[in-house]
């Protein structure tokens, strides 16, 4: 009897250190925590019927003109771009004036503080932080989104609690020479000795991973074609298939990874709008699944009263024939009319590294429901002995 007890408690704690060898695996994929990287877009400033050296100011710091060309992260904490009288790759060879970056990423801090930011930019630059504008301001050029030469900025100090914050910077390049350097010193400073290099670690990318797959059977996660990174969850594809090489309108599924950041505490209501299928993991556990063909329907999900931080969200998606929609929305909206709908803003979602395990064939073992790196041959020895020693004793019955 002690060792079926000591087999049977060696069981429960090999299952449940072993289970989780990989945090929330779904089928033989993981995801495996933020990364600490900006995100950059890349824009051309383009507008109607001028060239770049005859546009005004105006028109120039006008957003309605960016047009959005390239995205990419970096993974240094640090920003420091100097293209002379050129421009980035990322735009190509030709445009080397009238372009503008916008970089951003969610900041953590442990404990409130303050902080004098500066940008060493040629021409334009303004910060936002939670939405909130905060000019970069200089002695020679006063207001710093202009068009400019070379020269330093800084914002007034800005105090920020402890918890997430959005921080988003825009920059532009007029004509001539092209430089952006990003610089923060605690409190109040009154100048930018000793801002540069930026030496956050605590940055989380914003954008949510999104993998397409196009197996006959929907929802098989075999057939991998590609993936992209997203904004937000809001995608209405109607009667065609997602700009990915390789996926046909009919008969593909897709699989979204984020977590979202909630940075106040509130009780908060999130819906999906679908067509065909999905199914909704939270935390790490399975909510919701209506996982057969249909119409377009809206799931509203419980209020959830959620607690400042990350929360792991993952939604498979499949769609059969015909129109195809997979949306994310929030608020007052959620009341299962498709008519209507708010979607869920980029700045609530924190991109998820995912990784599909498969290895070779010749391993000789699987890695799904966490079982990743057992032999198989070791499991099968595991289970002979606990049939040996837990299997009951037969009880022989003589007849008289």
Not at 186 to 195: F, I, L, R, V, Y
């Amino acid at each position: 009897m002690g060792l079926k007890k000591g087999l049977i408690a060696f069981f429960i704690i090999f299952i449940s250190s072993s289970a989780h060898s990989y945090p929330y695996l779904y089928g033989n994929c993981t995801y495996k925590g933020t990364l600490p990287y900006w995100q950059i877009e890349y824009y051309t400033i383009e507008v109607p019927g001028k060239t770049c050296d005859m546009a005004s100011e105006s028109e120039v710091e006008n957003l309605s003109y960016w047009k959005f060309r390239n995205k990419k992260m970096i993974d240094s904490p640090g920003l420091s771009f100097n293209w002379v009288d050129s421009s980035p790759q990322e735009l190509g060879t030709l445009q080397r004036d009238c372009f503008g970056i916008m970089v951003s990423t969610f900041l953590y801090l442990q404990s409130p503080s303050t902080y004098t930011f500066c940008a060493d930019a040629d021409d334009g630059v303004v910060l936002y932080i939670d939405g909130n504008k905060y000019n970069f301001k200089s002695s020679t050029y006063g207001d710093c989104w202009r068009i400019k030469g070379e020269g330093e900025c800084r914002t007034d100090p800005v105090s920020l609690s402890a918890g997430y914050h959005y921080v988003e910077v825009k920059y532009y390049e007029y004509t001539g020479t092209a430089k952006f350097r990003l610089g923060a010193k605690e409190g109040s400073a009154s100048d930018c000795t000793g801002a540069y290099p930026l030496r956050w670690t605590n940055v989380i990318v914003p954008g949510v991973r999104s993998e397409y797959y196009s197996d006959a059977v929907p929802g098989g996660y075999n057939i991998y074609v590609g993936d992209e990174w997203d904004d937000t969850i809001d995608h209405n594809w109607g009667e065609n298939a997602p700009e990915i090489d390789g996926l046909s309108p009919n008969y593909f599924s897709t699989r979204f990874a984020t977590y979202l950041l909630i940075r106040n505490p509130d009780t908060y209501k999130f819906c999906f709008q679908y067509d065909d299928a999905i199914r909704i993991w939270f935390n790490g556990s399975k909510i919701y699944e209506d996982w057969k063909t249909g119409t377009l329907k809206e799931y509203s999900l419980p209020p959830l009263v959620m607690i400042s931080g990350l929360h792991e969200l993952v939604v498979e998606h499949f769609e059969a024939e015909g129109n195809a929609t997979l949306r994310m929305g929030y608020g007052d909206y959620c009341d299962g009319i498709t008519t209507t709908f708010e979607p869920v803003p980029e700045d609530m979602f924190a991109y998820i590294k995912f990784e599909c395990l498969k290895p070779p064939p010749e391993e000789g073992c699987s890695v799904t429901g966490g079982w990743a790196g057992i032999p198989v041959i070791g499991v099968v020895i595991f289970i002979f002995i606990l049939n040996k020693f837990l299997r009951p004793k037969r009880s022989f019955v003589v007849l008289q």
